[in-house]
Nanobody
């Protein structure tokens, strides 16, 4: 069982940066692959980034965030990060982290077992 708690969201101007954190309980977090998703009002939840349990060398990004967002993990701290730079108003959404016990970088909502409650990110123009 893994419990996930996101933090770091907030209000930022376009062009600014935020770093989201996904803190996990459980002593075996290093064996979970993690993804970040987001959901804007009236829209479906969409994939943002994913990182394999093996570490920062195996990551995947949505085209809309590639080059602006970076996912990383610190297994010693049971935490996965999402560094978001050059933020745009269209990045406004609730951001969720999710975890799966399978090896890989998954981009479908249904491939993840555990979900956090989300953190709001608002980018003003």
């Amino acid at each position: 069982q893994v419990q996930l708690v996101e933090s770091g969201g907030g209000l930022v101007q376009a062009g600014g940066s935020l770093r989201l954190s996904c803190a996990a309980s459980g002593r075996t977090f290093m064996h979970y692959s993690v993804g970040w998703f987001r959901q804007a009002p009236g829209k479906e939840r969409e994939f943002v980034a994913a990182i394999d349990w093996s570490g920062d060398s195996n990551t995947r990004y949505a085209d809309s965030v590639k080059g602006r967002f970076t996912i990383s993990r610190d297994n010693a701290k049971n935490t996965v990060y999402l560094q978001m730079n050059s933020l745009k108003p269209e990045d406004t959404a609730v951001y969720y982290c999710a975890a799966t016990g399978f090896h890989g970088t998954y981009f479908r909502v249904g491939e993840y077992t555990y979900w956090g409650q989300g953190t709001q990110v608002t980018v003003s123009s």
